[in-house]
């Protein structure tokens, strides 16, 4: 498995062609934003699904609990409410089901997009059909898939796959990009041919240089799939957040980890980065809202966090 590092090209590279705009139409500029006015946004996350495309059958467990069906009816209750929202995936959508050995992934996309997700990063087992099979499914998606710490050579996934995205909800500008855990021993080579892998620390520091200082993002995601934490020194979501500046909310993945209220971690520069993970198999529906007041200066803030269960009729608010 190849490896790479990061330079000042990259740099350059990523304020072009690797940001995707997606989102809502006419947001307006910096200089005609109302000053010193707050504006909610409610991030809904999930990470891990695995195919689970039903809810758990009769006789397990976990009896009638996750399911596409029931999370769609919960996001569709929380945009209703909310004024401004975005859908995040950090990975893993795939395998886990007979859905997934059937249908090599087109069903966990096609329900995707019917979900809305606005971004998705890419999970080991996201290659477990190959290269080529995954770029089959992403041809299918609406949403961008990004991933700053991937690279594909010469393959079609280098077109697909962005570094990050910045989503537009007027007047807020989010800036999103992904990271991918380390292929080997996770993902067989011969599924991965063209695929390199480069640290992501530096890989983040690049984005969030460009999402600030260029694209001047009011509020940094990052989804994820590195794992929370690890008896090593292996990259994970709470080293992230404590050597890396500028990320304000990391979506994580991967160790399937239930955090009922998100993470608090302080960066290099003392500011507050908050790591949340909504556990496996759609069980499970995070949501965050922050409140982003605009002014000289940008200040951002979650106000309340938790994770929705997935399968139960609850008040989401």
């Known amino acids: 498995m190849a490896e790479f590092g990061y330079d000042r090209r990259d ?19 910096t200089y005609l934003q109302a000053k010193g006015t707050t504006y909610p946004i409610s991030i809904l996350h ?3 699904t695995h195919s689970r495309i039903d809810p758990y059958p009769a006789g397990s467990a976990l009896a009638g609990q996750g399911g596409v069906a029931a999370r769609m009816e919960l996001i569709r209750s929380i945009r209703d409410r909310a004024s401004r929202s975005i859908l995040l995936d950090a990975g893993d959508f795939f395998q886990g089901t007979p859905y997934f050995n059937f249908y090599n992934g087109e069903v966990e996309i096609r329900a995707m997009q019917q979900l809305g997700y606005d971004a998705a990063t890419l999970g080991n087992h996201d290659f477990d059909g190959g290269m080529d099979n995954l770029l089959l499914q992403l041809q299918k998606a609406g949403f961008p898939v990004v991933s700053a710490n991937y690279r594909f050579g010469r393959h079609g996934l280098a077109q697909r796959c962005a570094s990050s995205v910045i ?22 080579p011969a599924f991965v041919p063209q695929l390199s892998w480069g640290d992501p620390f530096e890989a983040a520091r690049c984005q969030v240089s460009c999402l600030r200082m260029i694209h001047r993002c009011h509020i940094v995601i990052c989804l994820s799939h590195l794992g929370l934490s690890y008896a090593d020194e292996r990259p994970s979501d709470r080293r992230l957040a404590l050597e890396v500046s500028g990320i304000d909310l990391i979506v994580g993945g991967h160790t399937h980890s239930f955090l009922d209220i998100p993470e608090v971690h302080y960066n290099p520069e003392g500011r507050a980065v908050y790591v949340v993970q ?13 409140e982003i007041k605009l002014g000289r200066t940008t200040e951002a803030a979650p ?9 139960e009729r ?4």
């Not at 909504?278 to 922050?290: E, T």
């Not at 106000?303 to 399968?311: Q, R």
Request: hydrophobic letters at 45%; zero cysteines.
């Open 303 to 311: 106000t309340d966090a938790s994770l929705i269960p997935v399968g």
């Open 11 to 29: 740099f350059i590279r990523a304020l072009g062609a690797s940001v995707a705009g997606i989102g809502v139409a006419g947001a307006l500029p």
């Open 167 to 188: 989503l537009r909800r007027d007047p807020l500008k989010i800036g999103v990009f992904g990271l991918g855990i380390k292929p080997a021993g996770l993902i067989p």
């Open 46 to 48: 999930t990470n891990d």
């Open 278 to 290: 909504a556990g496996h198999s759609g069980l499970r529906l995070g949501r965050v809202d922050w």
């Open 314 to 317: 609850l008040n989401v608010g």
